[in-house]
């Protein structure tokens, strides 16, 4: 199996300030790595496929970087309607597909 | 624009399956793959299942042999069971879609159904 090790656990951001989020493969995955938004109460949502290609309304302020075993998730300039759980999942192995543990993105 | 809607029992007894049903509307499901993804309380999120429509089931290898899903067509539904639950099935769980050959990822999921497993 491969484990995916996301960090910071916590992320403390003021609005307007950048995030930068880290995720670890344990073994080379690529290019495939995907990156999820997931907020309470609601459906996650796809941020990031492909390590660096936005998904389909995406805004521009999310960007996607890395390949092999690590990756990183920026969002230049936080929102409010950012704050939330991030996390990332690889698909290099289709017999055990995995997610990082998440990062929560918090209010400073 | 395609959602997916969770539904199933809410609580189910240890030993017992859990059956769980993804109703898909505003798209077809032929051509995708289909999964499952859950939740424990306070944990993060664990692929449990997929499915292609035309295909069996794969599942993770820590759920051996208890996962079997399905896909009704004529209905737009997938389904999932598993089987001899216990407390640690606990958990939110999500279907989500796979566009493969698009974005390999998944694209689409819906807001989950909560399975508590107790007596």
């Known amino acids: 199996e491969i484990v995916m090790t996301q960090s910071p656990a916590t992320l403390s951001v003021s609005p307007g300030e950048r995030a930068t989020l880290s995720c670890r493969a344990s073994?080379?995955?690529?290019?495939?790595l995907a990156w999820y938004q997931h907020k309470p109460g609601q459906a996650p949502r796809l941020l990031i496929y492909?390590?660096?290609t936005r998904a389909t309304g995406i805004p521009a302020r999310f960007s996607g970087s890395g390949s092999g075993t690590e990756f990183t998730l920026t969002i230049s300039s936080l929102q409010s309607e950012d704050f939330a759980v991030y996390y990332c999942?690889?698909?290099?192995?289709?017999?055990?597909?995995?997610f990082g543990g998440g990062t929560k993105v918090e209010f400073k | 624009q395609v959602q997916l809607q969770e539904s199933g029992p809410g609580l189910v007894k240890p030993s017992e399956t859990l059956s769980l049903t993804c109703t898909v509307s505003?798209?077809?499901?032929?051509?995708?793959?289909w999964s499952w993804i859950r939740q424990p309380p306070g944990k993060g999120l664990e692929w449990v299942a997929y499915?292609?429509?035309?295909?069996?089931?794969k599942s993770n290898p820590s759920l051996k042999s208890r996962v079997t899903m399905s896909l009704d067509t004529s209905k737009n539904q997938v389904s999932l069971s598993l089987s001899s639950v216990t407390a640690a099935d606990t958990a939110l769980y999500f279907c989500?879609?796979?566009?493969?050959?698009?974005?390999?990822?998944?694209?689409?999921w819906g807001q989950g159904t909560m399975v508590t497993v107790s007596s």
């Open positions: 989500a879609r796979v566009p493969l050959g698009v974005t390999d990822a998944f694209d689409i």
């Open positions: 073994q080379s995955i690529s290019s495939n």
């Open positions: 999942q690889q698909y290099n192995n289709w017999l055990a597909l995995t």
């Open positions: 492909g390590a660096s």
């Open positions: 505003g798209g077809s499901i032929t051509r995708y793959y």
């Open positions: 499915l292609y429509y035309s295909g069996s089931t």
